[in-house]
């Protein structure tokens, strides 16, 4: 240790910029920097450590709610939509209605730029009337 000490005094270039140990005076106060460094470092990992495994204890005991979640069997789900959803005529008329409105009024899909309402416009589809069209078609589409 004492000869990388002496071997970093013997290199310390002084100029008009500062030293190449920067802002401290010597080689000895850069030592004492470092030491004090590593070792808060390590305190602070020790005390990461110990809330890591303050955490996973505290989980260990106390598992989140979703873990206590409980599935439903297919007798308790058929049961319970036949107590709060078939016999609720309410909620069963808004359900089918919302259902039928989906299935015979089908929608056009939006458009960009289509907030007054415009439809989608379909091109009339080019089919070829011989091979040369054909061929015609397809150096277009792989262009």
Same mark, same amino acid.
């Given at each position: 240790m004492e000869e990388k000490m002496e071997q970093l005094e013997s290199t310390e270039i002084t100029s008009e910029t500062g030293s190449i140990l920067g802002k401290f005076k010597d080689a000895q106060a850069l030592l004492?920097?470092?030491n004090n460094l590593q070792s808060d470092y390590t305190k602070k990992c020790q005390a990461l450590s110990a809330l890591?495994?303050?955490l996973k204890e505290n989980e260990d005991e106390n598992p989140s709610p979703e =873990?206590?979640?409980e599935e439903l069997s297919?007798?308790?789900r058929i049961k319970l939509l036949q107590?709060?959803?078939?016999?609720?005529?309410d909620l069963r008329d808004k359900l089918l209605a919302k259902y039928f409105d989906d299935i015979i009024l089908p929608k056009s899909p939006?458009?960009?730029?289509?907030?007054?309402?415009?439809?989608?416009?379909?091109s009339p589809? =080019?089919?070829?009337?011989?091979l040369e069209d054909a061929e015609r078609i397809v150096k277009d589409m792989l262009k």
């Open positions: 004492d920097a470092y890591q495994k303050n =873990s206590e979640k297919s007798e308790d107590d709060y959803v078939y016999n609720n005529s939006k458009l960009i730029g289509s907030d007054r309402g415009s439809d989608t416009v379909i589809v =080019s089919r070829p009337k011989s």
